[in-house]
Every structure is written in C-alpha cells, then in structure tokens.
C-alpha cells in the first residue's frame, strides 16, 4: 500500500474535526440546520487553513444519504466517493488551470444536468481569482439563477481580485490564520497517533515557520521525521529548516540590554555561520521586540503573543529590563534596517550597524566626552548660590507643551544663527542618541523669540514631535545648542499644515552613520531617492 502524507492522512472527514475556524463551521451547521444554504459560498484565507477540505465537507454534509445533515456518516456511497474525490456530483474544478471562457462555457453547459446519484450538483472552484474577465462574466448569470439542485463554493487567497459582480452573488466566509497553539495541539494529536518521538520545542519551531498555515506544518513535520532515524530534534528541525532558535533571540537581547556591542557582533556572526539566513534572523527579532512590548503592555497576555506559556514568561521577565520608548526605538531601528539593506543591497553590514547603536552605551559615551573637555562656568540661567556658596540647580518648572522662559542675561540669537548650525547639532547628537537625531532631521526652525527655538514637523510627525518632547530628549537638544552657539536655548515643538511627502535619503542620519562607519561613498542617487 502506498504510503499517505500527513496532510492528507490527517484531512478533516468532518466539521468537528476542523482547526482554528469555528465561526465558519458554527456558521455552516446553523445554515444546514435551518435549511437557509447559499446557492454561492465564497470560501477567503490564507493558504493551508482548510478551505478546500471545508468545501468537500459541506458537499458530504449536502449529499449524505442522510442528509442534508450536518453529521455526514462518512459510511455511504457518496460520502466514500467525495472523501476520494471520484464523485460525479461533486466537481474540483482549479481555476489557475480553467481560466479562459471556453472553460466556464463548458460548466454553464453541464450545470443543466440533474445531479448523478446525490441531492446536489456541487462546483468546487479553487483559486477562483484567476479566472479571466471574460470568464467571470460568462459565469454571472447562472451564478445569479443556477438550478435548484446546484451549488457553488469558490475558495481564494486574494478576494481583492475578484470582480465585485461575482462578489456581489455569493456569501463570503473569511478563514483565518491558525494559532501556533492550536497548530501545537494538533501536531500532538498526530505524532501520539504516529508514534513518533519528539521533541515539544521542534512541535513549537514548526508551527512558527508554518506562519498560520496548518497544512504547511504536517508537511513540515513528514519531512522531518522522513528526515531523522530515531527521534526527531531541535536541531533536526533547525538544519532542515534553517530556522533561528527562541533562546537566540533571547541571549542577543540580552546584549543590548547589557550594552555589550562586540557580543552582539559575535553572536550575528555565529548564527551566520550556521548558515541562517540574516533576513530571517532580523524578521524574528523584529518579531521578538513585538513581543517584548505586548508582554510589557499585557503582563505577557497568552492570547494576544501566541506563543507557549513558558516563552512568554520569559518574554515578561525580559521586558522588565527594558523601557517602552527603548522598544519603540529598537523596533524603528530595525525597519530602517531593512530599508536601508534595499539601498546597499546587503543586509549584513547595516545590521551590524543597528545592532552596534542598539548595544552601545550612550550614557558612558557621553560621560567620558565630558570628563575630557575643561570645565565651563556654571551658566547664572540655570545655577544660583545657597547661602553656604554651594552651587545648587534652579528650579524651572514647565508642562510638556509650554516652553522654558529665557534668561534675560542671555545675548538674542537669530534663526540665521540656527539654521547655520543645524546639521552640525544634528549630526552631533546622532553620536549621542541615534533617535533624537533621526526624528530631528525631520524638524524645521521656524522661528526664535527671546532665545526660544520653535522647530515645526509636518503634521503627520506627530510621533516624532512627541518623542523629542520627552525630558531628557529635549534635554539633549537644548544642551547642544546651547553649547555649541554659547547661549542659553530652550526649545519648543509644533505641527505644521503640511504632510510631508518627500525624503532626503542621502541626509538621513542612519546612512550617514552607516557612510562614515565604513568608509562608504554614494555611487548613484535615483530620481526617487535611491542611493547606490
């Protein structure tokens, strides 16, 4: 006998067997029950969540010798038949290979005929957005007005490409995604059938690189126990897969935590070695920094990170060590990651970078920059005398949004005077604080009133305005400022009017950092903003 795969073997026969979609079998039994079926289903989702297999199950649940039902026996001619999709009265029809009119010409002429032994003529159409046009209008009419005794059910991954003619004729049933947990739980189910011994964090790597996709995963898990001898691995599933391991993801947080830059290098440069792939490496950690702020945010909420329980533990733990602003700017840190591998065309070397300004320590940086310059005047602005002569801070209460009054001691500075040392400040503080830089770059002075800088975002900056509105954001600002015009500046933000919808690549302070890293020079500049 020859041998089944998983996903087939372990196809749901009935509704109570299908994964991860109880509103649409909830939907359908109710349907059966009340005798209230759709002449048209339009079956939407991802690929491997059960589509086509919910379709063949509505056909039995139609055809039983019982039925209507929504219990089919499994035990009756048209149900065996169905179940091997050798039935007259069921017809899979795939539309990626029927696409053209003489197809659907040949279906509007078949539709005619009564059903060969069951109650109903079903026409399972799969993949269905690839039909052509002229196909699609072919079909509207009897799709509009079929014969009593014929239903349709059409299953897709792209809806969108569907004319909103045929849309409009069908009820459509959105499946969704299937939960890691869930996909763990039926991987159990099989492997205790199976026999098979294994690993519960191989179960767990499966389902992850299955991307919702239960199919994909009993696929997954044939190759590997095809693969192994005895007992299927963590490292199996890794070598076959290439996948990067949870405590990875752990362990290179952690040395950003730890601000320990050459141990994040070491640690990218051994998982290449391994052969992973560096895009998948940054899309899990981009994914693991998610979950760090849902577990922050949630106190580690199982169901919103999707992950086991003792993960996200672990997800909890970490967190703690991190503020949500860190997260925040880790997190933008890496898309622009991404962005900027598109314009090197490597990704290697601006994740080095990212990952070097995650784990370097700006404070120590900062701290021993200062212990070299000579020390400067205490400014009459911002210190006054105890009585015993000690130099204490002045206190200078404001709100978040109400500028610092200006000392009137202080000689007036001209937005000329700014503008001229703009970059300067900008490219200074990205050796500093990266972020302040980058959302700063996106500022513009506006104007100065009694040495108050106005600096204006375009209004959908808002995110930007907010994060450099923070204490020791807009500390850092006014400090270089003011060190490097030798006046006391405050500084105050505001939204403008306008959307901003051009960008300066070549002025963005991550590529410039990047640039001067390395030694690297621009080649080629496109119309779009595209450096080469």
């Not at 086509?52 to 219990?71: F, Q």
């Not at 038949?81 to 279906?107: C, K, M, P, Q, W």
């Not at 964090?201 to 299955?210: D, N, Q, R, T």
């Not at 120590?364 to 005398?385: C, F, I, N, R, S």
Request: aromatic share 6%.
């Amino acid at each position: 006998m020859s041998y089944t795969v998983f996903a087939l073997k372990w196809r749901p026969k009935n509704f109570d067997e299908i994964i991860g979609q109880g509103h649409i079998v909830t939907t359908l039994k109710s349907a059966l029950e009340k005798n209230r079926l759709a002449h048209a289903y339009l079956f939407s989702g991802p690929r491997g969540v059960g589509k086509t297999s919910t379709a063949r199950i509505l056909a039995k649940a139609l055809n039983c010798k019982s039925g209507p039902t929504v219990n089919p026996c499994q035990k009756c001619s048209s149900c065996i038949e169905i179940s091997e999709s050798r039935s007259f009265d069921v017809i899979e029809i795939d539309g990626a290979s029927n696409t053209g009119v003489d197809d659907i010409r040949a279906l509007r002429e078949n539709v005619k005929f009564s059903p060969t032994s069951g109650k109903f003529k079903v026409y399972i159409i799969d993949e269905v957005h690839m039909l052509s046009i002229a196909a699609f209008n072919a079909l509207l009419k009897t799709l509009e007005e079929p014969p009593e005794f014929v239903k349709f059910i059409f299953a897709t991954t792209h809806p969108d490409k569907i004319p909103a003619t045929v849309l409009s004729r069908c009820q459509r049933l959105d499946f969704r995604r299937i939960t890691v947990m869930e996909i763990i739980a039926q991987l159990e189910k099989i492997v205790k059938q199976e026999k098979i011994s294994i690993d519960k964090e191989v179960l767990f790597a499966i389902a992850k690189s299955s991307d919702g996709a239960l199919r994909d995963a009993e696929s997954i898990l044939d190759q590997l126990v095809s693969f192994s001898k005895d007992k299927v691995s963590l490292k199996d599933v890794i070598s076959v897969l290439g996948l990067v391991e949870q405590d990875i993801l752990f362990e290179m947080t952690d040395k950003i935590i730890a601000k320990d830059p050459a141990g994040a290098l070491t640690l990218l440069n051994s998982v290449i070695d391994q052969g992973k792939d560096v895009g998948v490496f940054l899309m899990n950690l981009i994914e693991h920094f998610r979950n760090l702020m849902i577990a922050k945010v949630s106190h580690s909420d199982q169901s919103l990170i999707d992950l086991p329980q003792d993960i996200c533990d672990r997800l909890f733990e970490q967190s703690k060590k991190l503020a949500l602003e860190d997260i925040f700017i880790a997190f933008n840190i890496m898309v622009n990651t991404q962005e900027m591998s598109r314009r090197l065309e490597s990704l290697r070397i601006p994740l080095e970078v990212s990952l070097v300004k995650l784990a370097h320590d700006k404070h120590k940086h900062a701290h021993a920059a200062t212990a070299q310059e000579p020390k400067k005047a205490p400014h009459p602005a911002v210190q006054e005398k105890k009585s015993g002569g000690e130099d204490v801070p002045r206190e200078e209460p404001r709100s978040k949004e109400e500028p610092r009054s200006q000392d009137p001691a202080d000689p007036p500075v001209s937005l000329e005077e700014i503008s001229g040392i703009w970059q300067k400040t900008i490219d200074s503080l990205s050796g500093v604080k990266i972020s302040v830089a980058t959302y700063l770059s996106e500022g513009s002075p506006l104007e100065v009133k009694k040495n108050i800088l106005t600096v204006s975002f375009p209004k959908n900056y808002s995110l930007h305005k907010e994060s450099l509105e923070k204490k020791e954001n807009r500390s850092l600002i006014e400090k270089e400022l003011s060190g490097l015009l030798n006046k006391n500046i405050r500084v105050h933000f505001v939204l403008s009017e306008e959307k901003k919808t051009t960008n300066d690549t070549r002025e963005n302070p991550l590529i410039k950092s990047a640039l001067n890293t390395f030694n690297g020079r621009v080649i080629k500049e496109e119309d779009n903003g595209d450096l080469y």
